[in-house]
Structure formats: C-alpha cells, structure tokens
C-alpha cells in the first residue's frame, strides 16, 4: 500500500501496526482506530459548515444585488468566525414556561441527525466510515432525527409561534419523506443492494441518465426536507417569525443554523453519490483521494444549484406544498416505480445503449402525462375573482372564473 | 458485520456528544442575567392569552394517517427492490398489484377530499 495512491488506508495501517506493537490486542485496536475515524468524520461536517455559511450568505448576497459578508478578513472570509466567537458567548435565555427537557434535546438532535448521515456516504473507493448493508434505510431512518428536533423545539418552547411552526415543519417533513423514500426504491433496484458503496460501484452508466425523473424527485424532496426556499413555510419570517426557533438565543439556536446549511450540503452529497456516480471517474479507482475530488465537483455543483433555487424562488403555499406532493409526486413516483420495473424486465441488461434510451423514452412519456394531470386538475379548480368595475355606477359582482 | 453496528453506535455517540458539548461550552462562556420581563414568552412584543399547547387543525391528522399507510409500503417495497434482479416477471407483476391496491387508497382518499388543505 503506497501513501500517494491511498493516503488514508496508508495512515490507518501505520497506526494499526504501531498499536499492535504496543501490545493493545488487535479488537481494541479496531476499537480504538473506530473512535478515532468516527470522530474524525464526524468534526470535520462541523468544520466545514463555517465556509459553506460564508459561501452562501455570499452566493446569496451576489443573487440578491449585495456585496455579502466583506468586511472580516478577505473577501469577508472571516465572518462566520467572528459570528462564532459572539454566539458562543451570547446569553442563553430560556423562556420560563419551557419544557426543560425537549427543549434542550432539540438543537442536539437537529445536529446530531445531519452529522449521523455521513457515517455511511463513500468519498472514495476507500474512504468510507461503513459501508452498511442497510445503507439506504439507515439514511431515511437518520433523516427522521431531524424531524424529531423540531418537533421537540416547536413542542417544549411553549409559545404560539413555535408550536404553528412544528406542525407545519412535521406536516412538511413526512410528506415529502414519502416521494423521498420512493424515488430512492429505483436506484435499489438496479444495484440490488442497499449498500450506499454498492450502489457507487454498480453505475456504470450514472443513475441519473436511467432514471431523471427519480433524480428530478429525489432533488425536489431533500429540498422541501432541508426546508429551504420554496418550502420555507416552516419558518416564513414574515408570518411565523421565524417559525419552531423563535424561543431559543445563543449556540442553542446557532446549532439549528449549523444543521441548516449543513443539511444542505449533505443532501447534495447524497444526490451525488446516489445519482451522479458518486466517487466514479477516470482513474478514480486507483487513486481513491481522486475519486474524493471527484465527490467533491459534483457535490458542489449540486449544492450550487440548490442555493440558485434558494435565490429565485418565492415562497409556495401550504395548500400548494400539499396539492404538490400529494397529487403530483406521490403518484408519478409510484408510477416511475412500477414502469421502470416493467421496463427494466423486459430488456436484458447488457444492453447498455438500449436501456438507457427506452428508459430515457418512459421517463419523458411520465412527465408528458403528469404536466397533462397536472393541468386537468388545476383546471378544475374554480376561484371568485373580483371584477373591476368598468362603469361608475355599477357594483361590484363576483363571477366564477376558471383559470 | 457486527463491528458496522459499532462503528455507527460509537459515531451517534460522538454526533450526539459535539453538540452538546458545544452547548455546554457556550453554557459556561456565556453571561447568565435573567429577569423577568426577559424570560416571558416572545409574542411579537403582546402578553401570551390562554393555553399555549392549543388544538391543531385536523387535516394535520389525516396526512399522517395518509403518511403513515404510505411509508409502510415504502418498507415493503425495499425488499422487494434489493431481490429486484432476481425475481421473474411474476415478481414484478405482484408487487405491481400491491402497488396499485395502494393507488387505489390514494385515489379513494382523494375523492374523499381528504388530500385538500382547507
């Protein structure tokens, strides 16, 4: 094993060998070399989190006709820093009618269901914390913490606001988990494995030219989990003040942030991995610390997208955000299932360029049908709309218009 | 296989540990000057009226009933989806009856106006 070609086994090897030698029998080793890993992926998220706060509140601030941050060091670069420093040691207020216990659980949780993610993403074809044979579930399982954290947050803060914020946040949340969860049943399909480091290996041709639609879904659902522009009415600042975090000040309320924008980056790491060959590219699997480079590109790229729709886009309503899942997702993920499965039978598997194209025919056949639903359905719906009054003296009526 | 588990238990322990120990951290860095009028509840600067832990609307019951039918089928489907390579056609047509009994429950609770957010 060569240190240039693959650094990191190369380390892990060095301090197994040194501690063996040190006599600490060889299942404590593998303990110990444990913690040290698990510890090691789990701070470097937090690290991280402080540049990708920077580059968003930049990457916003250039969408939005701003400078951003500049002022603290180059560029600005400096300023999640200098609001670390001040949050942690800002006041911590607990509103006295609060329910101590889920009240404190809840900015934890929130971190601690993001960070739980990476333990099974594979940055290289070595590089991995675990390559779980339940990978997949263990994702949708772990995204469930975070649901938890705001529901504990808008429940123990006793106060309106946050209580309106959480059953929006939950109503948001389980919706969108369940397209979330279908959409990913494809990939599985075509890997036969919920290991996430299978499910690497085995795109040969990247998922997302087999299956955009699963992609487009996949995309739409971490969206409205993360909670970001047009699903924010989980916090709408402008009715909810600030929704399920209203009552919380300092680092308790600085750790919902960090889970925040460090959920964003981790869902366009699971898109990427899950659909856009994850570490694959050429000479990835000698060089495994390529393969991390490569994860790292397309991470960013999707991540970038993300915060352009972030910028762009206007808040929906909570009878849209319902109609959408619920009338439009669900039904098209369902279908996307059981006719790529038919599909997929029906043409044997080596046929590469064949498969692609036929798949690539039904999933523009399922978005031709669904915008068709979609318009059929919206036509139905009939809203009063007040007609300017074209003459002095008439009053005003209400007449019915289909739009 | 059984040493996975633990690398995933001894990696919660930490994502749960960095947190609150961060807290903590801030918790003794932190200046500590109640009163009062500071530790009311923040109502946009008005007095908090009556019960806080009030009456939800209803629909939000029903999407869970809805979410709830809908994610155990999703734990169905999984295993199904990993022996996907290996079943035969017949495989495929039977979970695309269990698929369709599902739509069928959606289409039904559509009908019954129970998707609608009022």
Known sequence: ????????????????????????????????????????????????TLGLIWAERKILGRIQDRLGPNRVGPWGMFQTMADMIKIFTKELITPENADRIPYNLAPILSVAGVLALWAVIPFGISILGVNLNVGILY????????????????????????????????AQLISYEVPMALSLLIPVMFTG???????????????????PVAALIFFIATIAEVGR?????????????????????????GMFYVADFLHAFTVALLFSTIFLGGWRGPLAAQYPWLGFVYLLIKTVIVWFLSILIRGSMPRIRIDQMMFFNWKILTPLSLGLLVTTALVDKAIPAPQTALRAISMLILNGLLLLITNFIWRAVSAQKERPVVAAQPYGGQKTGIKKVSS | MLSDW???GIFLFIALLLPAVAIGLAAILSPRKPNKIKNITYE???ETVGETWVQFKAQYYIFALIFLIFDVETVFLFPWAVAYQKVTIFGVIEAII????????LVYAWRKGALEWF
Do not use: H
């Not at chain 1, 494995?193 to 299956?211: R, T």
């Open chain 2, 6 to 8: 633990l690398y995933i």
């Open chain 2, 44 to 46: 946009c600067g008005l």
């Open chain 1, 229 to 253: 522009s047009p699903f924010d009415l989980l916090e709408a600042d402008s009715e909810l003040v600030s929704g399920f975090n209203i009552e919380y000040s300092g680092l308790k309320f």
């Open chain 1, 193 to 211: 494995s919920l290991g996430m480091a299978d499910i690497v290996a085995a795109q040969d041709v990247w998922f997302i030219v087999l299956s």
């Open chain 2, 98 to 105: 269990f698929v369709a009994i599902l739509l069928a429950a």
């Open chain 1, 139 to 170: 994702l949708i399982a772990v995204g469930g913490f975070g649901t938890l954290g705001f529901m504990l947050a808008g429940w123990g803060s006793n106060n309106k606001y946050a209580l309106l914020g959480a059953f929006r946040a939950i």
């Open chain 1, 1 to 48: 094993m060569n240190f240039l070609t693959d650094p990191l086994n190369f380390i892990i090897g060095y301090i197994r060998g040194w501690l063996l030698g040190l006599g600490v029998p060889s299942s404590w080793a593998q303990f110990i070399l444990f913690v040290i890993g698990a510890g090691i992926l789990a701070t470097v998220p937090m690290l991280i």
